[in-house]
């Protein structure tokens, strides 16, 4: 496995490539690129099927006779979002994407980042996520805090990388119910609702992972002979 460690970050989108892009004659030409997305959260699914191009077509893991939820084990979110991917290229040889996610609070040390859906234990349970990270800001001024996402494409074997991130501030207490995981809690720089109070295309004009995706569907668009 490739390091990918040595990544700087910042808050936009950017493309990594893991390998060459591959032969142009390697792709079988087609009106529309076909990627299985590794992820079971139907949320994910409908965000990123929003910001893709209608050219692009999402297959769920079911769609491939994949039942199981992609293995997620390193220690960064390359790591993981490449060992989801990995996962269903070694088992399925299908052009996939995978993403991970991490919500990095200055004042906790960038907490609870890779580990964001386990921070309050392996039930993943947003709610108690959300409790344990409000738990923790108690009393602590500084709430900035920022959603980096990255996507893995395995495209024809080779592995790309895209990142996007958005800065913001962790609310005093939850507001919304739109959206999962700590959207109830996560406030965009330059708003003042949470993006549990925002619907998804407001959402997806400048999420982390819309950022990615954008970023991912470009790349996608001038490497392959898709047509949107
Ligand atoms: P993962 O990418 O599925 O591993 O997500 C890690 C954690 O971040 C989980 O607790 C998710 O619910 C949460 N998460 C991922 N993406 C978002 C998002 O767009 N908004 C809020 N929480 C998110």
Same mark, same amino acid.
């Given at each position: 496995?490739?390091?990918?460690?040595?990544?700087?970050?910042?808050?936009? +989108?950017?493309?990594?490539?893991?390998?060459?892009?591959?032969?142009?004659?390697?792709?079988?030409?087609?009106?529309?690129?076909?990627? =299985?997305?590794?992820?079971?959260?139907?949320?994910?699914?409908?965000? %990123?099927?929003?910001?893709?191009? $209608?050219?692009?077509?999402?297959?769920?893991?079911?769609?491939? !006779? =994949?039942?199981?939820?992609?293995?997620?084990?390193?220690?960064?979110?390359?790591?993981?979002?490449?060992?989801?991917?990995?996962?269903?290229?070694?088992?399925?040889?299908?052009?996939?994407?995978?993403?991970?996610?991490?919500?990095? %609070?200055? /004042?906790?040390?960038?907490?609870?980042? %890779?580990?964001?859906?386990?921070? +309050?234990?392996?039930?993943?349970?947003?709610? *108690?996520?959300?409790?344990?990270?409000?738990?923790?800001?108690?009393?602590?001024?500084?709430?900035?805090?920022?959603?980096?996402?990255?996507?893995?494409?395995?495209? /024809?074997?080779?592995?790309?990388?895209?990142?996007?991130?958005?800065? !913001?501030?962790?609310?005093?207490?939850?507001?919304? $119910?739109?959206? &999962?995981?700590?959207?109830?809690? &996560?406030?965009?720089? !330059? $708003?003042?609702?949470?993006?549990?109070?925002?619907?998804?295309?407001?959402?997806?004009?400048?999420?982390?992972? +819309?950022? *990615? %995706?954008?970023?991912?569907?470009?790349?996608?668009?001038?490497?392959?002979?898709?047509? =949107?």
């Amino acid at each position: 496995m490739q390091d990918l460690d040595f990544l700087t970050q910042h808050d936009s +989108a950017t493309a990594i490539l893991a390998s060459p892009p591959p032969h142009p004659q390697s792709i079988v030409p087609t009106e529309k690129l076909r990627l =299985c997305f590794a992820t079971n959260n139907l949320n994910k699914i409908k965000e %990123v099927s929003r910001t893709l191009p $209608h050219c692009f077509e999402l297959l769920s893991l079911t769609a491939i !006779g =994949c039942f199981v939820e992609p293995p997620e084990n390193g220690v960064t979110l390359h790591e993981n979002s490449l060992c989801k991917a990995k996962f269903i290229w070694d088992n399925y040889q299908v052009d996939c994407i995978a993403d991970d996610t991490g919500l990095e %609070v200055e /004042a906790l040390n960038g907490a609870p980042g %890779v580990y964001s859906a386990r921070y +309050a234990g392996e039930s993943r349970r947003d709610e *108690a996520n959300i409790k344990l990270l409000l738990q923790n800001l108690e009393g602590v001024t500084n709430r900035t805090a920022h959603f980096r996402t990255v996507i893995t494409v395995i495209l /024809a074997g080779n592995v790309y990388q895209f990142e996007g991130s958005i800065r !913001g501030q962790i609310a005093l207490a939850n507001a919304g $119910h739109n959206g &999962f995981g700590y959207d109830p809690i &996560f406030i965009p720089e !330059g $708003h003042n609702r949470t993006f549990a109070q925002m619907n998804l295309e407001e959402k997806n004009t400048m999420s982390h992972r +819309a950022k *990615a %995706v954008r970023e991912m569907a470009t790349f996608l668009g001038i490497i392959t002979p898709v047509q =949107c």
